[in-house]
């Protein structure tokens, strides 16, 4: 059960205009509504995960060079055993 909140009414209204064939249907504008949002949040996370993997892609091997061959061996031996 969902109570339609002042807040919901008006988001309801205003798809009725984007939807008039549904306007006497509020709980398919309702359906509607939750749909278009999974598909927002779908879409924004994968646009997130897309931007993401392209950072790491362009950082990939750019930080060649910034330790000395052998420095691991160096740590190791600088720590007791």
Same mark, same amino acid.
């Given at each position: 059960? $969902? %109570?339609?909140?002042?807040?919901? +009414? !008006?988001?309801?209204?205003? =798809?009725?205009? $984007? /939807?008039?064939?549904? &306007?006497?249907?509020?709980? *398919?504008?309702?359906? !509607?509504? $939750?749909?278009?949002?999974?598909?927002?949040? =779908? &879409?924004?996370?994968?646009? @997130?995960?897309?931007? !993401? *993997? &392209?950072?790491?892609?362009?950082?990939?091997? +750019?930080? %060649?060079?910034? /330790?000395?061959?052998? /420095?691991? @061996?160096?740590?190791?031996?600088? /720590?007791? &055993?």
């Amino acid at each position: 059960m $969902v %109570t339609e909140t002042d807040e919901l +009414s !008006r988001a309801l209204d205003e =798809a009725a205009t $984007v /939807w008039p064939e549904m &306007a006497n249907h509020r709980a *398919q504008l309702l359906l !509607r509504l $939750v749909d278009l949002g999974i598909e927002h949040f =779908a &879409a924004d996370l994968a646009r @997130k995960e897309e931007d !993401r *993997q &392209a950072t790491v892609r362009g950082l990939a091997g +750019s930080m %060649t060079g910034t /330790w000395p061959a052998g /420095w691991k @061996k160096e740590l190791r031996e600088e /720590w007791p &055993a």
